[in-house]
């Protein structure tokens, strides 16, 4: 599967960006998909998930309450609604994919991922 990532700007804090992840191929309902962020210097560090049903969500505790993962399968597509976004927010976020049909669970590891996006980058200046 190949996953094209979009949505990324420059927004002053406060502000919110939605990040979308297009999927390419037929069995896009049958993966895990997951947002990750790489900060310059950072490990690239999971942001949230949503499992290939989009029943189960789950976040990092630095975004909770300030982002929304969601998924529509009939267009092969994963968002990440980002709101109240912070200067700390900055990095290039990837989308990812990990084949779990059936399953409830979403890896927050990135080894765990099959295919990734090529990133696109949010910059939240002060």
């Known amino acids: 599967v190949q996953l094209q990532a979009s949505g990324g700007g420059l927004v002053q804090a406060g502000g919110s960006l939605r990040l979308s992840c297009e999927a390419s191929?037929?069995?896009?309902?049958?993966?895990?998909m997951g947002w990750f962020r790489q900060a310059p210097g950072k490990e690239r560090d999971f942001v949230a998930g949503?499992?290939?049903?989009?029943?189960?969500?789950y976040y990092v505790d630095s975004v909770e309450g300030r982002f929304t993962i969601s998924r529509d399968n009939a267009k092969n597509t994963v968002y990440l609604q980002m709101n109240s976004l912070k200067p700390e927010d900055t990095a290039v976020y990837y989308c990812a994919a990990d084949w779990a049909p059936g399953s409830h669970e979403v890896s927050r590891t990135r080894y765990e991922y099959d295919y990734w996006g090529q990133g696109t980058q949010v910059t939240v200046s002060s």
């Open positions: 191929g037929r069995t896009f309902s049958g993966y895990a």
């Open positions: 949503i499992n290939w049903s989009g029943e189960r969500v």
